[in-house]
């Protein structure tokens, strides 16, 4: 069986009272989740989470909110072979104007992130979301 491993931001800002986080919608497969992508040679984890939110969403990063990283892990057929896939994910205070990446990216937008596990397509990343709304501590 393969591996692969991947890295993102889960991006959050304040709004009225409340955080939202902000969900793409990737070309491959078409479904939700949040930004992330593979790390360039020698390139340290942090670093490669931060450059694919930049490059997906246009997003800058003002403070990572949690410096251990969430960890998904689920496995994903490509032509007949199985891959073993972890996905770390750094919690993260972001600002700027969103660019969509639409090489990549067919859509995204910001949502409250209790609603984005109702949004977001696979169950792993939607045990993410979870564990965010837990950290964020809302009610």
Known sequence: MD?????????????????QTF??????????GFPKGHANSLEL???AAIRELKEETNLNV??????KPLMEEYQIKKNSTFTSKKVYYYIAEVNGKVNIDKNE?????????EKAKDIIT?????EIAQKVIDFLNIK
């Not at 591996?3 to 955080?19: L, Q, R, T, V």
């Not at 969900?23 to 939700?32: I, M, N, R, T, W």
């Not at 003002?62 to 410096?67: A, M, N, P, S, T």
């Not at 990216?105 to 992130?113: A, E, K, P, T």
Request: hydrophobic share 40%; proline share 6%; glycine share 6%.
């Open 105 to 113: 990216i067919l859509d995204g937008f910001w949502v409250d992130i």
């Open 122 to 126: 696979y169950t792993p990343s939607k």
């Open 45 to 47: 984890p942090l670093d």
């Open 23 to 32: 969900l793409v919608q990737l070309k491959s497969g078409k479904h939700f």
């Open 62 to 67: 003002i403070k990572i909110l949690l410096e």
């Open 3 to 19: 591996f692969e491993e991947s890295f993102g931001i889960i991006p959050i800002k304040s709004y009225k009272n409340s955080f």
